[in-house]
């Protein structure tokens, strides 16, 4: 499961080219947490593509503790 905050973290970063401190500042969090969310993304992305799983996007962490 992708979650939305990290699919923008991995737009900014790895599609646009922005450094983290940039990615995090339009995303409105710090450089940490812009590395935290890069990591869980890739890590699930490159699973993903590894296993031949789907990507299951979810609208955030909240969404996923309800269900």
Known sequence: ML???E??????????????EQAGE???VSRGT???LLAS???K?????VSG????FEEDELAEKKA
């Not at 699919?7 to 983290?20: H, I, N, S, T």
């Not at 799983?53 to 299951?56: N, R």
């Open 41 to 43: 993304a890739r890590q």
């Open 26 to 28: 339009r995303m409105g």
């Open 7 to 20: 699919l923008e973290a991995l737009k900014l970063c790895d599609l646009e080219g922005l450094f983290q």
């Open 3 to 5: 979650f939305r905050d």
């Open 34 to 36: 812009v590395q935290r």
């Open 53 to 56: 799983a789907a990507l299951i």
């Open 45 to 49: 992305t490159a699973d993903a593509l």
